[in-house]
């Protein structure tokens, strides 16, 4: 037992001195010093009294600090009420988990009791490139310094609504404390405009210190019941808040002594205060200060994928139909880039087979202008690829050998939309002729309209000369260079037929050397060739052009003279040449004497065929050799007696 009471009477001794210890313990209330400490001090030394009467227990003391010293005594728990500026409250609260306020200032800043404050922006009344917000873009703002709520950052908030960003969208002029230094600079025109709390106007100018008509306020917003000038949207006054670890009683206590304050009681006056009411909303100012990115929100929110999605939907929405799209558009332009890939290794492909055929070829526009040429187009036409592109194909190379109507048998082919294929004689740059195969194919598209024509030209200069020595072969006497029989029996033939529409006659005249074949015995062949040879020439000066002079055998020629309708006139022609083929010929240094033999037969006269012509002029021929050669006779009708008794 006396143990127990030794213990209580231990614990009772305890209780008393621990009791006193715990009334001495100060309840701190730190106050935020925006201006020199004493007069802080001095001014909100008056609630530790009222806090002080209302709960004689407790000691109360204020204690007034900078921004960092507050910051500092909070962290190490030193406080128990803070009194600051609602932008610091929103910092403390985040930083160091400061209570919901307890109570919000009522301010006696134009004498009346305002809970609310707002920013003013203002310029000099004359100004008038400054009319709104936006006219301050590029211009220097006075403030009293960034960090400045009612100075700078509720300004800056309203700016930024719109779109003028500051600082970077002006110039920043900084005055420092108190506010009219701000509006000195813009009277003195060191500023375009000036941030002021709102009430410092008003202020100055019940002080004498400022004739408002001077200024112009700009975006003034009109508050029912806010009676001082505005620019910017209203703030709460200052928050007076509680730390986490206060004492929950304690508060409700304070809060209810700070309530009860009377606002023209001797200790609102001493405070230049009207009072506190109840505490306000300071979400708005915490929207300003992420906004305009002041701490606590000076560093960009840390998103979460949820954040994003949920804030950008629609945004997302349309990056991924537009990121889909581009990637379609990716897709599509790489398969159009293989196409023309392809295209394009299809087209050299083209153009190398265009190369090796060996013809040319020539792509021209439907009014044949040239737009591609191939390389083999330069050694049959002397014109270079790259000098014919633009010109008229059929001008570049017109020889004049065609006529019009050929041309416009050829257009009307191709313009029908067929192939026209032809021969043409064509002029080469250095001005020959040549012969050339050509080919037209129009180039249509799918509705059948012509777009392009292709010719493809080819060199046939050889050939048609070769074929023309083959025509001649088959038509002349190789030796003298005369008509052959074939030939002759054509013109005779024409010559027969033009007679007889004419009604005109012709004479066929056979003359055959006498005696050849000695000569070629005695002088060898080729000797007897010259001869053969000189006799043609001579044969040919002595009739017209028009007349043909053949040669049909060995030593056999025909003459056919035209439009010849008399014997005499026959015989005239054929004694001339009889004359003219006695005389004597110099060849291979022989001096050679012949004579011939000639048989004459006219139509109509003698025959009306060739057969019968040429049958009589050969048996007028025989009569003549039979009559001792060297002479000429006309075909008569008793030569065929004779000849039918021989
Ligand atoms: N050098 C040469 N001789 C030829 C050629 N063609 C034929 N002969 C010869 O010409 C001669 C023709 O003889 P003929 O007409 O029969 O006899 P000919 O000696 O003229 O006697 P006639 O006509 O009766 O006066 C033959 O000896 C043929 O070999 C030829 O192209 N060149």
């Known amino acids: 037992m006396s143990q127990f009471f030794r213990r209580l009477i231990a614990s ?11 009334a001495a313990e100060p309840v701190r209330i730190g106050v935020l010093a925006f201006r020199p400490k004493p007069q802080t001090l001095a001014q909100w030394q008056p609630l530790a009294g009222v806090l002080q009467r209302a709960m004689p227990e407790r000691n109360f ?14 962290t190490r728990g030193e406080l128990d009420f803070v ?24 301010s006696k800043d134009s004498g009346q009791p305002l809970s609310d404050f707002g920013g003013v922006v203002f310029s000099l009344a004359q100004r008038a490139d400054i009319r709104t917000l936006t006219d301050l873009r590029g211009k220097t703002l006075a403030t009293i310094g960034t960090s400045s709520l009612g100075g700078y950052q509720m ?16 110039r920043i002029l900084t005055t420092g404390m108190p506010h009219d230094q701000v509006v000195a600079a813009v009277l003195a025109g060191r500023a375009d405009a000036g941030f002021v709390r709102s009430g410092v106007l008003e202020n100055m100018a019940s002080e004498g210190k400022l004739d408002l008509n001077r200024l112009k306020i700009l975006n003034r917003q009109d508050k029912p019941d806010f009676p001082l000038q505005v620019s910017t949207r209203l703030y709460p006054e200052w928050p007076f808040a509680s730390l986490p670890n206060t004492d929950k009683d304690l508060a409700r206590r304070v809060a209810a002594a700070l309530f009860v304050l009377e606002k023209d009681a001797a200790v609102t006056r001493a405070m230049a205060i009207h009072g506190f009411t109840v505490p306000a909303d300071y979400s708005p100012v915490e929207e300003l200060l992420r906004e305009l990115r002041q701490p606590p929100f000076e560093a960009a929110p840390a998103f979460t994928l949820q954040d994003v999605s949920a804030r950008y939907q629609w945004q997302i929405f349309a990056g991924v139909i537009a990121g889909g799209l581009i990637v379609l558009l990716a897709i599509r332009l790489v398969l159009v880039n293989r196409r023309l890939a392809a295209a394009r290794t299809r087209d050299h492909l083209l153009v190398s087979a265009l190369e090796a055929v060996g013809n040319g070829v020539v792509i021209t526009d439907t009014s044949a202008k040239i737009e591609w040429a191939n390389t083999a187009f330069e050694p049959l036409t002397g014109y270079k690829p790259e000098e014919a592109l633009g010109l008229r194909a059929s001008e570049l190379v017109k020889s004049g050998q065609q006529d019009q109507p050929f041309y416009a048998a050829m257009w009307s082919t191709i313009l029908r939309g067929e192939v026209w294929r032809g021969e043409v004689v064509n002029r080469r740059k250095d001005g020959s002729l040549y012969d050339e195969e050509l080919t037209i194919a129009p180039v249509k598209d799918e509705s059948g309209t012509i777009l392009h024509f292709v010719g493809i030209k080819h060199d046939i200069t050889e050939r048609k000369k070769t074929e023309e020595r083959i025509l001649h072969l088959a038509q002349y006497d190789v030796l003298t260079d005369l008509p052959n029989r074939a030939l002759l029996n054509d013109r005779l033939q024409q010559a027969i037929a033009a007679a007889r529409r004419d009604g005109t006659g012709l004479a066929l005249m056979l003359i055959d050397l006498d005696k050849f074949k000695p000569i070629n015995d005695t002088l060898g062949h080729d000797v007897g060739d010259l001869l053969l040879k000189e006799v043609a020439r001579r044969l040919r000066g002595c009739v017209r052009e028009s007349d043909t002079v053949a040669r049909i055998g060995g030593d056999e020629f025909v003459v056919l003279l035209r439009t010849v309708a008399h014997v005499p006139d026959a015989k005239a022609v054929a004694e001339k040449i009889r004359n003219t083929l006695n005389q004597p010929f110099e060849l291979a240094g022989h001096r050679l004497s012949i004579s011939s033999s000639t ?13 019968e012509l040429s049958k009589n002029a050969d048996i007028a021929m025989y009569h003549a050799k039979e009559n001792g050669r060297d002479n000429v006779q006309a075909f008569q009708p008793e030569m065929l007696d004779g000849r039918d008794a021989a």
């Open 12 to 22: 009772i001794f305890l209780l008393g001195i621990t009791l006193p210890l715990l």
């Open 155 to 170: 300004q800056a908030y309203e700016l930024t609504r719109k779109s003028v960003r500051l600082p970077q969208d002006a």
């Open 61 to 74: 003391v204020v204690e007034a600090l900078d921004y960092p010293e507050l910051e500092a005594a909070i």
């Open 83 to 106: 009194l600051t500026n609602p932008g610091h409250y929103v910092l403390l609260a985040h930083r160091n988990g400061l209570s919901a306020p307890l109570a919000t200032l009522i």
């Open 599 to 611: 048989g004459i037969a006219l139509y109509p006269e003698h025959g009306s065929s060739e057969v």
